[in-house]
């Protein structure tokens, strides 16, 4: 079967889930399918056997995608349908861009699926904003949210298709390049993800805490304000000898790997996936990573680690037992990791949505020899 990924540029830098997701999704499931994938124009990198790469998107690492390069999409998408099985979108849902989806896919005549990478925003209307054969979410929690504008979405959750530790080495040049010594605690959560104040109340309150590293890339313009006022805060609470931020890193999962824990008290998962993938990559290290009571992030780590509301006490008390809790709960997270979120296992469960779309009477044939229609 072939199928022809829709998304963003899968082109560096990969430090955007929009295109690690479908990315890794590709690698795992071009072991069994075809699997056509949209880069951008001045991209000759290569992919693995079973993966073709169409330089379609301009050649820009830009969070958002224009208008322009949109209609290439677009165009590009209804020029190679004809040669693929089944169309696989992956965004947030809005209004414009799902009833563009919703017309391309007329136009194409092929079975479509979606990959809700996370909520719509707070307010959207939600008839009419899922507009394929089938949809998925990353969570349950997302899943019950858009089930109320029709039939509810298949839950399979993003993978990581490397699941080996990142090694000394590349903790080494982490160190070096960030000039941090190791014992730090991180947040990897873009500047606009908020929870950064309520860790600098926790880390004003006390004193006797590791040191704070934030971490967070240059998503969005905001960026950089929000980064602004944040440092501005921390001088002001006298607090610039155990917290430091930084910008975009190289090396995001050398940084985590190198981590005593990876803190994630995000206030809003807004524009973002419902399972930040730095917490898999957190997990991959079995580093163990505590996270804020917002529902995606709290059923991630649901028999793992404890969610935390925004309270300073219990964050507080948290960070304090990380010295005697960390190997025990970076054990369970690797094994979480193992079970759930293996980029071929999540493929796996792909390929039977893909077959039930594309091949919906095939009929199979038990060993007694009676045909059995498949769902």
Partial sequence: MRVLFVTKALSPP?????????????VALAETHEVDVLVARDDRAPWPRGIRAHRVHPPSSGYRTGAFAQLAVMAATWRLSGATDLLHFFFQPHPRASRASRWLTRACRR????TVLSAPAAGTPLPGLLFADRSVALSHDTARSLSAGGAAPDVVPPGLVDTAPAGEARVRAALAECEIAPGFVLYPGDYEAGGHDLLLAVWSAASDLPPLVFAGRAKTPEAGRHRSRIENEIAAAGLASRVRTLGTVSDMPGLIASAAAVLFPASTLHAKTDVPLVLL??????????????????????????????????????VRRLPGSAAAWGRLGRARLDERFHARTCAARYAEIYRQLVHPTRRAVHAAGTAVSMP
């Fill in 281 to 318: 990559e957190a997990w991959r290290e079995s580093v163990p990573v505590l996270v804020s009571d917002l529902p995606p992030l709290s059923e991630l780590v649901d028999g793992v680690t404890p969610a935390l509301p925004p309270d300073v006490a219990r964050w507080t008390d948290a």
């Fill in 111 to 114: 079975p479509s699926v979606h």
């Fill in 14 to 26: 990969w430090n955007d889930a929009g295109k690690l997701v479908p990315r890794d999704l590709a």
